[in-house]
């Protein structure tokens, strides 16, 4: 999958499209992804003794071939292409202006995971 979370995406087909959002979270054994504001769904619950019915909107997920990456650098929806440099990290690059499209990490983010 070329989509990954946090990445801001173009919903290109269905009910959301030219909706621009962030990745949520992604599935990879089943290909779908989680966009924020995108896909908004109402899930009724039931009353019970101690809680009161009520209804909760969430965002479902939905097939990642329906979304185009924006690419950072140009702001478009681009396809992604992948480059590998002779360091040997792969990276992801965008197909119309050839910059890379990662985000920057920060060490204290990859300390929470």
């Known amino acids: ?3 990954k979370a946090k990445d801001k995406v173009l919903v290109s087909a269905g009910k959301y499209k030219g909706k621009v959002g962030t990745v949520m ?6 290909d779908r992804i989680t966009v924020e504001k995108v896909n908004i769904r109402t899930k009724h619950i039931k009353k019970t003794t101690t809680n009161a019915g009520q ?20 702001n478009k929806a681009v396809r ?7 360091s040997g990290k792969k990276f992801r690059v965008c197909s119309k202006c050839n910059e890379s499209v990662e985000q920057a990490v920060s060490k204290t983010e990859k300390k929470k995971k």
């Open 1 to 3: 999958m070329k989509i």
């Open 25 to 30: 979270r992604t599935y990879k054994k089943t």
């Open 55 to 74: 209804r909760v909107k969430y965002e479902a997920p939905f097939d990642v071939s329906k979304v185009m990456l924006v690419c950072p650098n140009c």
């Open 80 to 86: 992604v292409g992948y480059s590998i440099p002779k």
